[in-house]
């Protein structure tokens, strides 16, 4: 692994997650738990497709590992998509 593929980044383009959730109310359960960490600046939900996606904007360096335990707490999963499409 790497700092890339094991953290989001600061800057404008974040980092999108895949997650299980599908109702609103979850949705914004899921960027309610990840606003509490440390550095996360935005969290964007897609709703429009499915699976549904959320992306998050920092302004330091942050784990995803602690994104994706933010999210088990709210009671759902989420899988970091790939940096750059294929």
């Known amino acids: 692994m790497s700092l890339i593929d094991d ?3 600061p800057g404008n383009h974040g980092k999108i997650f895949g997650t ?9 359960a899921i960027k309610e738990s990840i606003l509490e960490l440390d550095g996360i600046t935005t969290v964007i ?4 497709i ?3 996606e959320f992306t998050v ?5 942050v784990s995803i590992e602690a994104i994706e335990k933010k ?3 709210a009671g759902f999963h989420a899988i970091p998509k790939s940096v750059f499409e294929l």
């Open 71 to 73: 999210v088990i707490e």
């Open 7 to 9: 953290n989001v980044i």
């Open 45 to 48: 939900i897609n709703n429009t």
């Open 50 to 52: 499915f699976p549904r």
């Open 57 to 61: 904007h920092t302004d330091k360096l």
């Open 20 to 28: 299980n959730a599908q109702e609103e109310a979850d949705l914004n």
